[in-house]
Protein backbone atom coordinates (compact mmCIF):
# COMPACT_ATOMS: atom_id res chain seq x y z
CA UNK A 1 0.00 0.00 0.00
CA UNK A 2 1.47 3.88 -0.80
CA UNK A 3 1.26 6.57 1.54
CA UNK A 4 1.66 9.80 0.20
CA UNK A 5 1.81 11.97 2.64
CA UNK A 6 3.70 13.06 5.76
CA UNK A 7 3.78 15.77 8.20
CA UNK A 8 5.95 17.26 10.33
CA UNK A 9 5.28 18.37 14.24
CA UNK A 10 7.22 18.45 17.35
CA UNK A 11 4.33 16.53 19.37
CA UNK A 12 1.56 14.08 18.45
CA UNK A 13 -1.68 14.72 21.27
CA UNK A 14 -3.93 11.69 20.72
CA UNK A 15 -7.85 12.74 21.64
CA UNK A 16 -9.47 15.20 22.69
CA UNK A 17 -11.26 14.42 25.99
CA UNK A 18 -9.94 16.83 29.12
CA UNK A 19 -6.39 14.89 29.56
CA UNK A 20 -5.67 15.75 25.67
CA UNK A 21 -7.11 19.06 25.57
CA UNK A 22 -5.09 20.10 28.56
CA UNK A 23 -1.93 18.34 27.45
CA UNK A 24 -2.37 20.08 23.94
CA UNK A 25 -2.53 23.12 25.78
CA UNK A 26 0.21 23.38 27.96
CA UNK A 27 2.66 22.10 25.56
CA UNK A 28 1.42 24.87 22.83
CA UNK A 29 2.05 27.35 25.89
CA UNK A 30 5.95 25.82 25.96
CA UNK A 31 5.82 27.20 22.16
CA UNK A 32 6.21 23.50 20.80
CA UNK A 33 4.34 22.41 17.73
CA UNK A 34 1.68 20.34 18.34
CA UNK A 35 -0.80 18.31 16.55
CA UNK A 36 -4.16 16.66 18.09
CA UNK A 37 -5.40 14.00 16.61
CA UNK A 38 -8.89 12.87 17.55
CA UNK A 39 -11.52 10.15 16.24
CA UNK A 40 -13.98 12.35 16.45
CA UNK A 41 -14.74 15.85 16.81
CA UNK A 42 -12.85 18.26 19.75
CA UNK A 43 -13.75 17.94 22.65
CA UNK A 44 -15.04 14.26 22.91
CA UNK A 45 -14.66 11.16 24.64
CA UNK A 46 -16.06 10.32 27.99
CA UNK A 47 -15.33 13.61 29.19
CA UNK A 48 -18.06 15.34 27.27
CA UNK A 49 -20.44 12.83 26.75
CA UNK A 50 -24.20 14.32 26.01
CA UNK A 51 -25.84 11.20 27.80
CA UNK A 52 -24.43 12.72 30.86
CA UNK A 53 -25.52 16.76 32.12
CA UNK A 54 -22.06 17.27 34.30
CA UNK A 55 -18.98 15.94 35.55
CA UNK A 56 -17.39 15.65 38.96
CA UNK A 57 -13.96 16.32 40.33
CA UNK A 58 -13.02 15.50 43.68
CA UNK A 59 -10.59 18.05 45.63
CA UNK A 60 -8.06 18.27 48.65
CA UNK A 61 -9.67 20.04 51.03
CA UNK A 62 -6.48 21.61 52.87
CA UNK A 63 -3.17 20.10 54.31
CA UNK A 64 -4.90 18.35 57.08
CA UNK A 65 -7.36 16.67 54.58
CA UNK A 66 -4.11 15.33 52.82
CA UNK A 67 -3.74 12.03 54.97
CA UNK A 68 -7.36 11.64 55.41
CA UNK A 69 -7.87 12.09 51.26
CA UNK A 70 -4.77 9.71 51.14
CA UNK A 71 -6.56 6.84 53.18
CA UNK A 72 -10.03 7.58 51.50
CA UNK A 73 -7.76 6.24 47.92
CA UNK A 74 -6.06 3.09 49.58
CA UNK A 75 -9.22 1.70 51.70
CA UNK A 76 -11.18 1.89 48.61
CA UNK A 77 -8.38 0.80 45.90
CA UNK A 78 -7.71 -2.65 47.98
CA UNK A 79 -4.23 -2.30 48.05
CA UNK A 80 -4.43 -1.59 44.18
CA UNK A 81 -4.24 2.20 43.61
CA UNK A 82 -0.57 3.52 42.71
CA UNK A 83 0.64 5.30 45.86
CA UNK A 84 3.23 7.70 44.01
CA UNK A 85 0.81 8.55 41.92
CA UNK A 86 -2.21 9.52 44.90
CA UNK A 87 -0.05 11.43 46.65
CA UNK A 88 0.48 13.57 43.87
CA UNK A 89 -2.96 13.76 43.01
CA UNK A 90 -3.69 15.04 46.45
CA UNK A 91 -1.19 17.64 46.50
CA UNK A 92 -1.84 19.36 43.13
CA UNK A 93 -5.35 18.96 42.68
CA UNK A 94 -6.25 22.01 44.40
CA UNK A 95 -4.55 23.96 42.37
CA UNK A 96 -5.08 21.83 38.99
CA UNK A 97 -8.72 22.79 39.75
CA UNK A 98 -8.36 26.91 39.14
CA UNK A 99 -7.29 25.41 35.35
CA UNK A 100 -10.12 24.74 34.27
CA UNK A 101 -11.44 27.98 33.06
CA UNK A 102 -7.57 28.25 30.55
CA UNK A 103 -8.67 25.56 29.01
CA UNK A 104 -12.06 26.37 28.05
CA UNK A 105 -13.76 24.05 30.77
CA UNK A 106 -16.89 25.44 32.69
CA UNK A 107 -17.00 24.51 36.14
CA UNK A 108 -18.23 25.51 39.37
CA UNK A 109 -17.39 24.21 42.56
CA UNK A 110 -20.84 23.06 44.54
CA UNK A 111 -21.58 24.52 48.01
CA UNK A 112 -20.52 22.62 50.83
CA UNK A 113 -18.26 19.40 51.02
CA UNK A 114 -19.73 16.05 49.73
CA UNK A 115 -19.08 12.36 49.70
CA UNK A 116 -17.40 11.18 46.19
CA UNK A 117 -18.35 7.37 45.45
CA UNK A 118 -16.49 5.25 47.68
CA UNK A 119 -15.25 8.15 49.95
CA UNK A 120 -15.69 7.90 53.39
CA UNK A 121 -15.25 11.27 54.16
CA UNK A 122 -16.36 14.52 52.46
CA UNK A 123 -14.38 17.33 50.63
CA UNK A 124 -14.90 20.26 47.96
CA UNK A 125 -16.37 18.93 44.81
CA UNK A 126 -16.35 20.74 40.94
CA UNK A 127 -18.77 20.53 38.97
CA UNK A 128 -17.98 20.86 35.01
CA UNK A 129 -21.08 20.97 32.20
CA UNK A 130 -22.43 22.61 29.07
CA UNK A 131 -20.28 20.29 26.62
CA UNK A 132 -20.99 22.22 23.64
CA UNK A 133 -20.02 25.38 25.37
CA UNK A 134 -16.85 23.77 26.64
CA UNK A 135 -16.15 23.14 22.81
CA UNK A 136 -16.53 26.59 21.75
CA UNK A 137 -14.40 27.42 24.27
CA UNK A 138 -11.72 25.28 23.45
CA UNK A 139 -12.12 25.88 19.66
CA UNK A 140 -11.51 29.37 19.90
CA UNK A 141 -8.77 29.21 22.55
CA UNK A 142 -6.91 26.54 20.17
CA UNK A 143 -7.79 29.22 17.26
CA UNK A 144 -5.44 31.28 19.23
CA UNK A 145 -1.98 28.91 19.09
CA UNK A 146 -0.61 29.30 15.14
CA UNK A 147 0.96 26.38 15.73
CA UNK A 148 -1.97 24.43 17.68
CA UNK A 149 -3.45 22.28 15.03
CA UNK A 150 -6.45 19.64 15.36
CA UNK A 151 -7.36 16.52 12.90
CA UNK A 152 -11.06 15.48 13.90
CA UNK A 153 -12.30 12.63 12.41
CA UNK A 154 -8.65 11.08 12.36
CA UNK A 155 -7.76 7.79 14.23
CA UNK A 156 -4.02 6.73 14.96
CA UNK A 157 -3.23 3.17 13.68
CA UNK A 158 0.28 2.56 15.02
CA UNK A 159 3.23 4.29 16.61
CA UNK A 160 6.65 4.45 14.66
CA UNK A 161 9.99 3.61 16.61
CA UNK A 162 13.44 4.36 16.11
CA UNK A 163 15.59 1.53 18.39
CA UNK A 164 12.16 1.80 20.85
CA UNK A 165 12.53 5.54 20.93
CA UNK A 166 8.82 6.53 19.84
CA UNK A 167 9.63 9.16 16.54
CA UNK A 168 5.99 8.99 14.59
CA UNK A 169 2.78 7.40 13.74
CA UNK A 170 0.13 6.41 11.28
CA UNK A 171 -3.23 8.12 11.23
CA UNK A 172 -6.20 7.34 8.84
CA UNK A 173 -7.71 10.73 8.01
CA UNK A 174 -11.25 11.40 7.39
CA UNK A 175 -10.93 10.19 3.94
CA UNK A 176 -8.90 7.00 5.03
CA UNK A 177 -5.85 8.22 3.47
CA UNK A 178 -2.69 7.00 5.70
CA UNK A 179 -0.74 9.23 6.45
CA UNK A 180 2.85 9.44 8.44
CA UNK A 181 3.55 11.42 11.21
CA UNK A 182 7.33 12.53 11.90
CA UNK A 183 7.45 14.11 16.07
CA UNK A 184 9.94 13.52 18.57
CA UNK A 185 7.33 12.72 21.52
CA UNK A 186 3.08 11.42 21.29
CA UNK A 187 1.25 11.79 23.89
CA UNK A 188 -1.84 8.79 24.21
CA UNK A 189 -5.04 10.46 26.03
CA UNK A 190 -7.41 8.05 24.11
CA UNK A 191 -9.85 7.40 27.13
CA UNK A 192 -11.32 3.84 28.39
CA UNK A 193 -12.46 0.97 26.32
CA UNK A 194 -16.16 0.90 27.96
CA UNK A 195 -17.67 0.31 23.91
CA UNK A 196 -16.25 -2.97 23.72
CA UNK A 197 -18.40 -4.16 25.94
CA UNK A 198 -22.63 -4.17 24.02
CA UNK A 199 -23.99 -2.55 26.56
CA UNK A 200 -22.06 0.45 27.96
CA UNK A 201 -22.16 4.13 28.84
CA UNK A 202 -19.77 5.57 27.10
CA UNK A 203 -19.88 7.42 23.33
CA UNK A 204 -18.47 4.86 21.03
CA UNK A 205 -15.15 6.20 19.90
CA UNK A 206 -13.96 5.09 23.75
CA UNK A 207 -13.02 1.32 22.24
CA UNK A 208 -9.59 0.94 23.81
CA UNK A 209 -7.21 2.08 20.63
CA UNK A 210 -4.91 3.80 22.61
CA UNK A 211 -4.52 0.61 25.13
CA UNK A 212 -3.30 -1.37 21.87
CA UNK A 213 -0.94 1.06 20.15
CA UNK A 214 1.11 1.36 24.01
CA UNK A 215 0.97 -2.24 24.11
CA UNK A 216 2.57 -3.06 20.94
CA UNK A 217 4.83 -0.18 21.40
CA UNK A 218 6.33 -2.42 24.27
CA UNK A 219 4.31 -0.17 27.21
CA UNK A 220 2.82 -2.38 29.82
CA UNK A 221 -1.23 -2.12 30.73
CA UNK A 222 -1.63 -3.08 35.10
CA UNK A 223 -5.44 -3.02 36.45
CA UNK A 224 -6.95 -3.91 33.41
CA UNK A 225 -9.36 -6.70 35.16
CA UNK A 226 -11.22 -3.77 37.37
CA UNK A 227 -13.49 -2.39 35.08
CA UNK A 228 -16.33 -0.53 36.67
CA UNK A 229 -19.67 -1.59 36.16
CA UNK A 230 -23.13 0.18 36.83
CA UNK A 231 -26.45 -0.50 36.56
CA UNK A 232 -28.00 1.50 33.49
CA UNK A 233 -31.59 1.87 32.61
CA UNK A 234 -32.88 -0.69 29.67
CA UNK A 235 -36.30 0.19 29.29
CA UNK A 236 -38.14 2.67 28.99
CA UNK A 237 -35.42 4.35 27.58
CA UNK A 238 -32.66 2.29 26.52
CA UNK A 239 -28.88 3.56 27.83
CA UNK A 240 -30.51 6.31 30.25
CA UNK A 241 -28.42 7.16 33.31
CA UNK A 242 -29.82 5.55 36.57
CA UNK A 243 -29.49 7.07 39.93
CA UNK A 244 -27.94 5.02 42.30
CA UNK A 245 -29.35 6.85 45.03
CA UNK A 246 -32.95 6.06 44.36
CA UNK A 247 -32.73 2.58 45.56
CA UNK A 248 -33.20 4.34 48.85
CA UNK A 249 -36.76 4.03 47.89
CA UNK A 250 -36.55 0.25 46.10
CA UNK A 251 -39.04 -2.47 47.90
CA UNK A 252 -37.88 -4.94 45.30
CA UNK A 253 -35.81 -5.65 41.75
CA UNK A 254 -37.73 -8.85 40.29
CA UNK A 255 -37.98 -10.60 37.56
CA UNK A 256 -40.35 -11.64 34.60
CA UNK A 257 -42.09 -14.11 36.86
CA UNK A 258 -42.94 -10.65 39.07
CA UNK A 259 -40.55 -12.98 41.71
CA UNK A 260 -37.64 -11.37 43.84
CA UNK A 261 -34.22 -11.37 42.08
CA UNK A 262 -32.72 -10.24 45.47
CA UNK A 263 -34.55 -13.43 47.92
CA UNK A 264 -32.80 -16.06 46.85
CA UNK A 265 -29.18 -14.50 46.58
CA UNK A 266 -28.92 -12.45 49.94
CA UNK A 267 -26.89 -13.93 52.80
CA UNK A 268 -28.42 -14.58 55.87
CA UNK A 269 -28.53 -11.95 58.17
CA UNK A 270 -29.02 -9.34 55.49
CA UNK A 271 -32.13 -8.00 54.15
CA UNK A 272 -33.49 -6.72 51.30
CA UNK A 273 -33.94 -3.62 52.54
CA UNK A 274 -30.31 -3.00 53.70
CA UNK A 275 -28.87 -4.58 50.97
CA UNK A 276 -30.73 -1.63 49.14
CA UNK A 277 -30.13 1.12 51.44
CA UNK A 278 -26.42 0.37 51.06
CA UNK A 279 -26.22 -0.03 47.37
CA UNK A 280 -27.87 3.24 47.43
CA UNK A 281 -24.62 4.77 48.27
CA UNK A 282 -22.47 3.96 45.36
CA UNK A 283 -22.45 3.71 41.42
CA UNK A 284 -20.21 0.95 40.14
CA UNK A 285 -20.15 -2.90 41.46
CA UNK A 286 -18.03 -3.87 44.04
CA UNK A 287 -17.14 -6.95 46.23
CA UNK A 288 -16.22 -5.07 48.67
CA UNK A 289 -19.15 -4.63 49.83
CA UNK A 290 -22.57 -6.11 50.99
CA UNK A 291 -24.85 -4.50 48.03
CA UNK A 292 -22.86 -6.58 46.08
CA UNK A 293 -25.76 -8.95 45.84
CA UNK A 294 -27.91 -6.75 43.95
CA UNK A 295 -25.58 -6.78 40.95
CA UNK A 296 -24.53 -10.39 41.29
CA UNK A 297 -28.21 -11.56 40.85
CA UNK A 298 -28.77 -9.86 38.26
CA UNK A 299 -25.61 -10.95 36.07
CA UNK A 300 -26.42 -14.57 37.36
CA UNK A 301 -29.97 -14.58 36.03
CA UNK A 302 -29.11 -12.58 32.48
CA UNK A 303 -26.27 -15.61 32.53
CA UNK A 304 -28.79 -17.90 32.98
CA UNK A 305 -31.88 -16.92 30.57
CA UNK A 306 -29.34 -15.00 28.44
CA UNK A 307 -32.16 -12.22 28.19
CA UNK A 308 -30.83 -8.90 28.06
CA UNK A 309 -34.31 -6.99 29.14
CA UNK A 310 -33.31 -5.66 32.67
CA UNK A 311 -35.02 -6.22 36.11
CA UNK A 312 -37.97 -4.63 37.27
CA UNK A 313 -37.46 -1.84 40.33
CA UNK A 314 -40.16 -1.36 42.63
CA UNK A 315 -40.19 1.50 44.02
CA UNK A 316 -42.40 3.17 47.03
CA UNK A 317 -44.25 6.73 46.21
CA UNK A 318 -42.29 8.37 48.43
CA UNK A 319 -39.61 8.74 46.36
CA UNK A 320 -41.63 11.57 44.48
CA UNK A 321 -41.77 13.20 48.77
CA UNK A 322 -38.24 13.67 48.87
CA UNK A 323 -37.43 17.59 48.15
CA UNK A 324 -33.55 17.60 48.30
CA UNK A 325 -31.77 18.90 45.68
CA UNK A 326 -30.19 15.72 45.17
CA UNK A 327 -33.48 13.82 44.65
CA UNK A 328 -35.84 16.48 42.69
CA UNK A 329 -32.72 17.31 39.79
CA UNK A 330 -32.83 13.51 38.70
CA UNK A 331 -36.10 13.11 38.99
CA UNK A 332 -36.90 16.21 37.75
CA UNK A 333 -34.36 15.44 34.09
CA UNK A 334 -35.65 11.82 33.94
CA UNK A 335 -39.25 13.29 33.79
CA UNK A 336 -38.04 15.42 31.14
CA UNK A 337 -36.78 11.93 29.28
CA UNK A 338 -40.21 10.56 29.48
CA UNK A 339 -39.28 8.31 32.56
CA UNK A 340 -41.36 8.47 36.03
CA UNK A 341 -40.04 5.84 38.45
CA UNK A 342 -43.00 5.18 39.77
CA UNK A 343 -45.50 5.40 36.96
CA UNK A 344 -43.36 3.49 34.64
CA UNK A 345 -42.26 0.34 34.40
CA UNK A 346 -38.16 0.61 35.04
CA UNK A 347 -35.55 -1.70 34.07
CA UNK A 348 -31.94 -1.98 35.03
CA UNK A 349 -28.98 -4.29 33.96
CA UNK A 350 -24.89 -4.07 34.61
CA UNK A 351 -23.36 -1.45 32.09
CA UNK A 352 -19.90 -1.39 31.08
CA UNK A 353 -18.95 2.11 32.35
CA UNK A 354 -15.03 2.94 33.41
CA UNK A 355 -11.59 1.33 33.68
CA UNK A 356 -9.65 1.39 36.65
CA UNK A 357 -6.13 -0.23 34.54
CA UNK A 358 -4.85 1.22 31.85
CA UNK A 359 -1.20 1.67 30.76
CA UNK A 360 1.80 1.94 33.71
CA UNK A 361 3.32 5.29 34.13
CA UNK A 362 5.26 7.41 36.86
CA UNK A 363 4.18 10.01 37.78
CA UNK A 364 5.10 12.18 34.74
CA UNK A 365 3.14 10.22 32.41
CA UNK A 366 6.04 8.50 31.30
CA UNK A 367 5.56 4.99 29.66
CA UNK A 368 8.63 3.91 30.05
CA UNK A 369 8.95 3.74 25.92
CA UNK A 370 11.32 6.84 25.52
CA UNK A 371 8.43 9.63 23.70
CA UNK A 372 5.69 7.98 24.59
CA UNK A 373 3.29 9.58 27.09
CA UNK A 374 -0.25 8.05 28.29
CA UNK A 375 -2.87 9.97 30.37
CA UNK A 376 -6.41 10.36 31.39
CA UNK A 377 -8.38 7.18 31.70
CA UNK A 378 -6.11 5.03 29.27
CA UNK A 379 -3.53 5.29 32.09
CA UNK A 380 -3.50 3.06 35.28
CA UNK A 381 -3.97 5.96 37.38
CA UNK A 382 -4.52 6.82 41.13
CA UNK A 383 -7.12 4.12 41.44
CA UNK A 384 -7.37 0.78 42.67
CA UNK A 385 -10.00 -2.04 42.47
CA UNK A 386 -12.38 0.39 43.21
CA UNK A 387 -11.82 3.83 41.67
CA UNK A 388 -13.08 7.34 43.93
CA UNK A 389 -15.91 9.42 42.19
CA UNK A 390 -14.64 12.28 41.14
CA UNK A 391 -10.92 11.54 40.52
CA UNK A 392 -10.76 10.96 37.11
CA UNK A 393 -11.44 14.18 35.56
CA UNK A 394 -8.80 15.57 37.70
CA UNK A 395 -6.42 12.93 36.77
CA UNK A 396 -6.99 14.72 33.48
CA UNK A 397 -5.75 17.84 34.70
CA UNK A 398 -3.23 16.54 37.03
CA UNK A 399 -1.11 14.45 34.43
CA UNK A 400 -1.67 15.99 31.68
CA UNK A 401 0.24 19.00 33.28
CA UNK A 402 2.81 16.41 34.72
CA UNK A 403 3.18 15.02 31.31
CA UNK A 404 3.26 18.08 29.01
CA UNK A 405 6.26 19.32 31.83
CA UNK A 406 8.51 16.33 31.21
CA UNK A 407 7.24 15.92 27.55
CA UNK A 408 8.75 19.65 27.06
CA UNK A 409 11.88 18.22 28.71
CA UNK A 410 12.31 15.07 26.65
CA UNK A 411 11.98 16.98 22.65
CA UNK A 412 14.61 19.51 24.01
CA UNK A 413 17.14 16.29 24.45
CA UNK A 414 15.70 14.19 21.17
CA UNK A 415 16.18 15.33 17.40
CA UNK A 416 13.90 14.20 14.82
CA UNK A 417 14.15 11.41 13.06
CA UNK A 418 13.56 11.38 9.71
CA UNK A 419 11.03 8.66 8.98
CA UNK A 420 11.24 6.56 5.18
CA UNK A 421 8.14 6.30 3.65
CA UNK A 422 9.04 2.67 2.98
CA UNK A 423 9.47 1.84 6.37
CA UNK A 424 5.72 2.67 7.42
CA UNK A 425 5.03 1.09 4.46
CA UNK A 426 6.81 -1.89 6.03
CA UNK A 427 5.00 -1.11 8.92
CA UNK A 428 1.64 -1.01 7.64
CA UNK A 429 1.99 -4.35 6.31
CA UNK A 430 2.85 -5.63 9.33
CA UNK A 431 -0.09 -4.61 11.08
CA UNK A 432 -2.41 -7.51 10.65
CA UNK A 433 0.68 -10.82 11.86
CA UNK A 434 -2.89 -13.00 11.49
CA UNK A 435 -5.13 -14.46 8.60
CA UNK A 436 -7.75 -16.00 8.13
CA UNK A 437 -9.81 -16.59 4.67
CA UNK A 438 -13.11 -14.84 5.14
CA UNK A 439 -12.77 -11.56 3.02
CA UNK A 440 -16.91 -10.56 4.13
CA UNK A 441 -17.24 -7.26 4.96
CA UNK A 442 -20.62 -8.03 6.88
CA UNK A 443 -18.81 -10.85 8.62
CA UNK A 444 -16.82 -7.88 9.98
CA UNK A 445 -19.29 -6.26 11.30
CA UNK A 446 -20.54 -9.33 12.70
CA UNK A 447 -17.74 -10.14 14.41
CA UNK A 448 -17.11 -7.22 15.83
CA UNK A 449 -20.88 -7.29 17.48
CA UNK A 450 -19.92 -10.72 18.56
CA UNK A 451 -16.76 -9.74 20.53
CA UNK A 452 -19.29 -6.91 22.42
CA UNK A 453 -21.25 -9.65 23.24
CA UNK A 454 -19.27 -12.22 24.03
CA UNK A 455 -17.53 -9.69 26.85
CA UNK A 456 -20.98 -8.77 28.14
CA UNK A 457 -22.05 -11.88 29.30
CA UNK A 458 -18.00 -13.44 30.44
CA UNK A 459 -16.38 -10.34 31.32
CA UNK A 460 -19.33 -8.58 33.30
CA UNK A 461 -20.01 -8.48 37.15
CA UNK A 462 -19.76 -12.21 37.28
CA UNK A 463 -16.83 -14.15 35.80
CA UNK A 464 -15.62 -17.96 36.18
CA UNK A 465 -12.75 -20.15 34.51
CA UNK A 466 -15.52 -22.30 32.56
CA UNK A 467 -17.14 -18.82 31.26
CA UNK A 468 -13.50 -16.85 30.75
CA UNK A 469 -12.78 -20.06 28.91
CA UNK A 470 -14.99 -20.40 26.51
CA UNK A 471 -15.48 -16.62 25.88
CA UNK A 472 -11.59 -16.69 24.71
CA UNK A 473 -11.85 -19.74 22.75
CA UNK A 474 -14.75 -18.22 20.72
CA UNK A 475 -12.77 -15.01 20.10
CA UNK A 476 -9.95 -16.62 18.91
CA UNK A 477 -11.72 -18.70 16.11
CA UNK A 478 -13.28 -15.18 14.97
CA UNK A 479 -9.86 -13.65 14.61
CA UNK A 480 -8.82 -16.72 13.12
CA UNK A 481 -11.35 -16.87 10.57
CA UNK A 482 -10.92 -13.34 9.00
CA UNK A 483 -8.19 -12.01 6.32
CA UNK A 484 -8.30 -8.71 7.97
CA UNK A 485 -5.16 -7.10 5.98
CA UNK A 486 -7.49 -7.72 2.65
CA UNK A 487 -10.30 -5.16 4.23
CA UNK A 488 -7.55 -2.94 5.38
CA UNK A 489 -6.20 -2.86 1.71
CA UNK A 490 -9.74 -1.19 0.44
CA UNK A 491 -9.77 2.60 1.69
CA UNK A 492 -13.63 1.94 2.26
CA UNK A 493 -13.58 -1.15 5.06
CA UNK A 494 -9.58 0.66 6.76
CA UNK A 495 -11.20 1.90 10.06
CA UNK A 496 -13.39 -1.30 10.41
CA UNK A 497 -10.38 -3.47 10.04
CA UNK A 498 -8.87 -1.20 12.23
CA UNK A 499 -11.78 -1.83 15.01
CA UNK A 500 -11.84 -5.17 14.57
CA UNK A 501 -8.03 -5.80 14.69
CA UNK A 502 -8.09 -4.15 18.16
CA UNK A 503 -11.71 -5.45 19.66
CA UNK A 504 -10.11 -8.83 18.97
CA UNK A 505 -6.77 -8.60 20.41
CA UNK A 506 -8.23 -6.36 23.96
CA UNK A 507 -10.69 -8.54 24.58
CA UNK A 508 -8.61 -11.56 24.71
CA UNK A 509 -5.84 -9.42 26.86
CA UNK A 510 -8.83 -8.55 29.19
CA UNK A 511 -10.46 -11.99 29.48
CA UNK A 512 -7.35 -13.35 29.82
CA UNK A 513 -6.96 -10.66 33.00
CA UNK A 514 -9.97 -11.75 34.62
CA UNK A 515 -8.54 -15.13 34.30
CA UNK A 516 -5.46 -14.70 36.00
CA UNK A 517 -7.17 -13.33 39.09
CA UNK A 518 -7.84 -16.10 40.92
CA UNK A 519 -10.09 -14.37 43.50
CA UNK A 520 -12.16 -11.45 44.21
CA UNK A 521 -11.40 -7.73 45.09
CA UNK A 522 -12.96 -4.40 44.26
CA UNK A 523 -14.47 -4.34 40.76
CA UNK A 524 -13.62 -8.27 39.72
CA UNK A 525 -14.92 -10.88 41.12
CA UNK A 526 -14.85 -14.46 40.28
CA UNK A 527 -18.06 -16.41 41.23
CA UNK A 528 -15.61 -19.63 41.57
CA UNK A 529 -12.95 -17.50 43.79
CA UNK A 530 -15.17 -15.38 45.93
CA UNK A 531 -12.93 -14.37 48.22
CA UNK A 532 -9.94 -11.91 47.89
CA UNK A 533 -6.54 -13.88 48.67
CA UNK A 534 -3.43 -11.94 50.26
CA UNK A 535 -1.39 -13.76 47.49
CA UNK A 536 -2.95 -11.73 44.62
CA UNK A 537 -2.24 -8.37 46.61
CA UNK A 538 0.01 -7.18 43.41
CA UNK A 539 -0.93 -5.97 40.41
CA UNK A 540 -1.06 -7.98 36.97
CA UNK A 541 1.17 -6.39 34.62
CA UNK A 542 0.84 -7.60 30.97
CA UNK A 543 2.89 -7.38 28.06
CA UNK A 544 3.40 -7.79 24.46
CA UNK A 545 6.62 -10.14 24.34
CA UNK A 546 6.25 -10.25 20.86
CA UNK A 547 3.73 -9.21 17.55
CA UNK A 548 0.91 -11.35 18.92
CA UNK A 549 2.25 -12.81 22.32
CA UNK A 550 1.26 -11.49 25.26
CA UNK A 551 3.06 -11.97 29.25
CA UNK A 552 0.67 -11.83 32.41
CA UNK A 553 2.86 -11.01 35.33
CA UNK A 554 1.76 -10.15 39.12
CA UNK A 555 4.07 -7.76 40.51
CA UNK A 556 4.50 -5.96 43.79
CA UNK A 557 5.16 -2.78 41.81
C1 LIG B 1 -21.38 8.50 32.24
C2 LIG B 1 -20.07 8.83 32.86
C3 LIG B 1 -20.00 9.56 34.05
C4 LIG B 1 -18.78 9.86 34.63
N1 LIG B 1 -18.71 10.62 35.76
C5 LIG B 1 -17.52 11.01 36.26
C6 LIG B 1 -17.42 11.95 37.33
O1 LIG B 1 -18.43 12.48 37.80
N2 LIG B 1 -16.18 12.27 37.79
C7 LIG B 1 -15.03 11.75 37.25
O2 LIG B 1 -13.93 12.10 37.70
N3 LIG B 1 -15.09 10.89 36.21
C8 LIG B 1 -16.30 10.53 35.69
N4 LIG B 1 -16.34 9.69 34.61
C9 LIG B 1 -15.08 9.24 34.02
C10 LIG B 1 -14.46 10.41 33.22
O3 LIG B 1 -15.46 11.05 32.46
C11 LIG B 1 -13.38 9.89 32.28
O4 LIG B 1 -12.50 9.01 32.93
C12 LIG B 1 -12.52 11.06 31.73
O5 LIG B 1 -13.34 12.11 31.27
C13 LIG B 1 -11.66 10.52 30.61
O6 LIG B 1 -11.03 11.59 29.96
P1 LIG B 1 -9.90 11.27 28.88
O7 LIG B 1 -9.50 12.58 28.32
O8 LIG B 1 -8.88 10.41 29.45
O9 LIG B 1 -10.66 10.39 27.77
P2 LIG B 1 -11.96 10.72 26.92
O10 LIG B 1 -12.66 11.93 27.39
O11 LIG B 1 -12.74 9.48 26.82
O12 LIG B 1 -11.35 11.10 25.49
C14 LIG B 1 -10.76 10.13 24.66
C15 LIG B 1 -10.42 10.80 23.34
O13 LIG B 1 -9.57 9.97 22.57
C16 LIG B 1 -10.04 9.90 21.22
N5 LIG B 1 -9.49 8.66 20.65
C17 LIG B 1 -9.61 7.40 21.12
N6 LIG B 1 -8.87 6.55 20.37
C18 LIG B 1 -8.27 7.30 19.41
C19 LIG B 1 -7.38 7.01 18.32
N7 LIG B 1 -6.90 5.78 18.10
N8 LIG B 1 -7.00 8.03 17.50
C20 LIG B 1 -7.46 9.28 17.71
N9 LIG B 1 -8.28 9.62 18.73
C21 LIG B 1 -8.67 8.64 19.57
C22 LIG B 1 -11.54 9.97 21.38
O14 LIG B 1 -12.17 10.34 20.18
C23 LIG B 1 -11.65 11.07 22.46
O15 LIG B 1 -11.49 12.34 21.87
C24 LIG B 1 -17.57 9.39 34.02
C25 LIG B 1 -17.64 8.65 32.83
C26 LIG B 1 -18.86 8.38 32.24
C27 LIG B 1 -18.89 7.62 30.95
Known amino acids: MRINRKIKTDVLVVGSGLAGIKVAKELADQHHEVLMATKMKLASGSSFYPLK ?62 KACFAEHPRDIYLLSNWDGIRENVTEIFGGYEKLNVMERTVVIS ?73 GITTPRYKTLFGEHTLMY ?10 SLLDPVLPEGLSRKECLEIR ?8 SLESKWVDIAMMKEIIRTRSEQG ?119 RLFNKKGKCTDAEAVHEAVDKVREILWYAGNVVRSEQQLLAAIEEINALENGLDLAHFFKQQATRKLAIKAKNFLKLSQLL ?38 TLSFEFLNQ
Not at 206 to 217: K, M, P, T, Y
Request: charged share 25%; proline share 4%.
Open 53 to 114: ASLGTQVTKDGSDKPVFMADIETASRGMHRQDLAEVYVEEIAERVQEYGDIGVISKKLEGER
Open 159 to 231: LIQQEERVVGALLLDRDNEVIVVECKAVVLATGGFGSLYKHNLNPNDVDGSGHVLALEAGASLVNMEFIQFIP
Open 250 to 259: CRDIVKDSGE
Open 280 to 287: SGHGPFTD
Open 311 to 429: FELLYDPELYENDEEFYTVYLNWLEQNGIHLVGDEVRIAPFAHASNGGVYIDPDGRSGVPGLYAIGELSCNIEGANRLGGNSTGACMVFGKRAAADCSRYMQEVEPYEIGLETAELQLN
Open 511 to 548: LQAMLERKESRGAHYREDHPQEKPEFAKRLFIKETKPG
